[in-house]
């Protein structure tokens, strides 16, 4: 099975940069992958590392090592609007489409 | 093009009454995924279909919960005989043939069990 960790909360302000880190152990695994949810609201996909390296998308990046069990979301010029829980998600890849949440960051971005 | 669609949004029911949550999965996907979360906590994998077919059930609850995808009309999964462990939210996902690395969450039906 797998199990990933990732800090509870972080607080940054608006405008800065912050980086939520996760690691995993897990047995064959095969992505991680980053979801963002609003308070009450649908998990909604942000990006995928399945190879080794950086993923850039607009003012998201994702990291991944897989011979450090480790990944990290990165955020750039922080908004309020992205206020929100983030979850570090692994999945078993081809034939198993079972994905493996971790218990969540909530992200508070302050003025 | 509708993304994954979930109803009830909220649903009460009382113990030992039956809870019936309904998803239709965006257009072209075939591939639906039951999750339950717990507040503060992250979502869990319960079931995973094709249409007619259940794929993997490995995160379903031995009694009382069972889940379909029938051949037309919305997945749905039910819950028998609802006890108050079982209040949390129900996601479904979705995602077209051939895709791992990308679920479209619906917005959840909120369980309370009184």
């Known amino acids: 099975g797998q199990s990933l960790e990732q800090p509870s909360e972080v607080t940054a302000v608006e405008g800065a940069i912050v980086q939520i880190n996760c690691t995993y152990q897990?047995?064959?695994?095969?992505?991680l992958s980053w979801y963002q949810q609003h308070d009450g609201g649908a998990p909604t996909f942000l990006s995928y590392n399945g190879l080794d390296g950086l993923e850039e998308t607009g003012r998201f990046s994702s990291f991944l090592s897989r011979s450090d069990s480790y990944g990290y979301l990165l955020l750039q010029e922080l908004q309020m609007k992205d206020s929100a829980s983030y979850f570090c998600v692994g999945d078993s890849g081809a034939g198993s489409y079972q994905l493996t949440f971790g218990k969540g960051t909530k992200l508070s971005v302050i003025p | 093009n509708a993304g994954v669609m979930q109803n009830p949004r909220h649903l009460v029911r009382r113990r030992g009454q039956e809870a019936r949550l309904r998803c239709s999965p965006m257009?072209?996907?075939?591939?639906v995924y039951w999750y339950r979360q717990l507040p503060e906590e992250g979502l869990k994998f319960m079931v995973y279909l094709q249409k007619e077919n259940i794929i993997d059930e490995s995160g379903m609850p031995k009694e009382r919960f069972s889940a379909e995808f029938p051949k037309e009309g919305p997945s749905i999964l039910r819950i028998q005989q609802v006890v108050r462990g079982d209040s949390a939210a129900y996601f479904c996902?979705?995602?077209?043939?051939?895709?791992?690395?990308?679920?479209?969450f619906g917005q959840g039906t909120r369980l309370t069990v009184v």
């Open positions: 257009k072209g996907h075939s591939h």
């Open positions: 996902a979705s995602s077209p043939p051939g895709s791992n690395t990308e679920a479209f």
């Open positions: 897990t047995s064959g695994f095969y992505g």
